[in-house]
């Protein structure tokens, strides 16, 4: 049996900070939802974001464009900005 102080609990204070928060709704409204109403709400207004890239990717993207000094761009040798 787990105890108490173990047990995974819901995020209250995070689904109170959407709801009350970032949706505006009303406490009635907020409280009479369901938790697969308030999860759709909070995918509505922050939706998956892509995964960040790993070092492979990173790797990859690093040899097939170096930084040098051949770079254009506003630090290239004679700007005067």
Do not use: C, N, Y
């Not at 409280?31 to 939706?47: C, D, F, G, Q």
Request: glycine content about 10%; aromatic content about 6%.
């Amino acid at each position: 049996m787990i105890s108490a102080t173990k047990e995974a609990r819901f995020p209250w204070d995070d689904a109170m900070t959407l709801g009350l928060g970032t949706l505006r709704l009303a406490p009635e409204t907020f409280w009479r939802m369901t938790l697969p109403e308030l999860a759709a709400a909070a995918r509505a207004v922050r939706p998956e974001r892509q995964a960040p890239m790993g070092r492979g990717e990173l790797a990859s993207m690093m040899a097939r464009f170096p930084d040098g000094k051949d770079v254009d761009g506003p630090h290239k040798a004679g700007h005067d900005g």
